[in-house]
């Protein structure tokens, strides 16, 4: 591939990306009170210079204020992947909010208590607590961890991602050592001090790291999902319970994005078994919500700190937030769990990812390129490296920032919006084969464009 065409090319999709979204540039460029000119930092990652401003959203689709439609593939990174808006969540909010009334009140409702057993029969894990994000119930299962073992440390992958949760932000370099991720901002302390890293998909390096027996927790996504999607090779993830097990170590499965597997999510399809699930993001339709499960022993174990005085759990101990929990949140996640999110719902949306696989694997043979496409249930990523990447490392040496740029600008200009993250797509319920199929034509055209062919 010439590279002096890829930028060519881009150059191209950047110009008729501004002249095709004046409504959007002139919001953008309006935007002086906001640090980066965008309400949260990362929006700042869509490419093209500047973000589409949302008009409006429903089903797989969104409408911005230029008046373009796209096939949302990007669903608010999981946060939407039950749909824009799904009719059973917005007439549970509208029950919540306007016909009984009561958003957050410090008071459980009836719903929490229905959205804990649902989990618990996904999950497997019996007891769950409730958070507003997938980071913060990372950060309060850590310390229930750290609190439960008497460790201090925990266990990461290299390039994972688990929220802005301080101990995670850590990678191996090129030369093995364990090292702060680089632009990791403002840390209290060198991450190394509380993480150890390993590789994903060696057991030998977990191994070698638990041997200190320090370890309280090992945290991993079942599949890595945010440097590209890496699978688990086959006993990889059974050796990490065999070794948690041996060392007096715990296993949290953080399923924030791999619930894409299924209504349980890898837990489910793995058959594993967790001592720590941690949930968010896409439970609630779109709501803020999030969830920590955990099994009968290590909340016995809690409760026997809890007793004990050494713990605080109900107060400023570290592990609460406010508006966890409230009456709006739980609602729309049973909502989600009852309505939006089951089993058949499932079963549609990895069929269509199924489809979307194909599609791209067709363009990828048809040309012969050193790329890989893998499938998690729902969820779909190409990257630019063949076979697919088995570590976080191998991922991350595979990115090509540049390509990302070109087929996100192509798409978005022709009606197609992946995530802004490397090349994440994600089907939800209302996802149909033609917005599929739109994705295939797409990125077959933008491919043949760049090879000249
Ligand atoms: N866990 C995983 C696996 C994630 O991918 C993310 C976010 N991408 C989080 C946790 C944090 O989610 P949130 O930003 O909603 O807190």
């Not at 204020?65 to 917005?90: C, E, I, K, N, Q």
Request: charged letters at 20%.
């Amino acid at each position: 591939m010439s590279r002096d065409r890829l930028h060519r090319l881009t150059a191209a999709e950047r110009e008729r990306y501004a002249a095709s979204h004046p409504a959007s540039r002139a919001l953008f460029d309006q935007a002086s009170h906001l640090i980066g000119r965008v309400p949260m930092t990362w929006m700042s990652k869509w490419s093209g210079g500047f973000p589409l401003y949302l008009d409006t959203a429903v089903a797989a689709t969104v409408t911005d204020v230029d008046g373009h439609r796209y096939a949302d593939f990007a669903l608010g990174d999981t946060g939407a992947m039950a749909g824009h808006s799904a009719p059973p969540v917005t007439a549970a909010i509208n029950r919540r909010a306007i016909e009984r009334g009561g958003l957050t009140a410090m008071l459980p409702t009836e719903d929490a208590e229905w959205v804990a057993a649902e989990l618990a029969r996904r999950f497997g894990l019996p007891l769950w607590s409730f958070s507003l994000s997938a980071t913060d119930a990372n950060r309060w299962a850590i310390r229930v961890a750290r609190l439960v073992t008497g460790r201090s440390k925990i266990l990461v992958f290299s390039y994972c991602y688990h929220g802005s949760v301080d101990e995670t932000f850590v990678i191996l370099d090129d030369d093995g050592a364990a090292r702060s991720r680089p632009g990791n901002v403002g840390p209290a302390l060198d991450p190394t001090s509380t993480t150890r890293v390993a590789h994903f998909n060696d057991l030998e390096s977990v191994r070698a790291e638990l041997e200190h027996g320090d370890v309280a927790v090992i945290v991993t996504e079942p599949a890595l999902t945010n440097i590209g999607i890496v699978l688990p090779e086959p006993g990889f993830l059974d050796g990490l319970r065999r070794l948690a097990d041996q060392h007096g170590t715990l296993l949290l499965i953080d399923e924030t994005h791999t619930l894409s597997a299924g209504p349980g999510g890898m837990t489910a399809t793995e058959r594993l078994r967790p001592d720590i699930v941690v949930l968010g993001k896409s439970i609630g339709g779109g709501v803020a919500c999030g969830a920590y499960g955990l099994t009968e022993a290590v909340a016995a174990r809690l409760g026997e700190h809890t007793r004990a005085g050494a713990a605080d759990i109900e107060d400023v101990g570290g592990v609460g937030g406010t508006l966890a929990g409230n009456a709006l949140s739980t609602a729309a996640m049973r909502a989600t769990l009852s309505e939006v999110l089951t089993e058949q719902a499932f079963d549609t949306m990895s069929g269509l990812a199924a489809r979307y696989t194909a599609g791209v694997q067709a363009t990828i043979d048809r040309h012969g390129l050193p790329w890989s496409v893998s499938r998690l249930g729902a969820r779909a990523e190409y990257r630019f490296a063949s076979p697919a990447p088995r570590t976080g490392n191998d991922s991350a040496a595979a990115a090509d920032p540049d390509l990302d740029e070109y087929l996100h600008l192509y798409l978005a200009n022709r009606g197609v919006l992946l995530t802004p993250f490397h090349n994440v797509a994600l089907m939800c319920p209302a996802t149909e084969a033609a917005d599929v199929d739109l994705h295939t034509g797409l990125f077959a055209d933008a491919v043949a464009d760049l090879l000249g062919r």
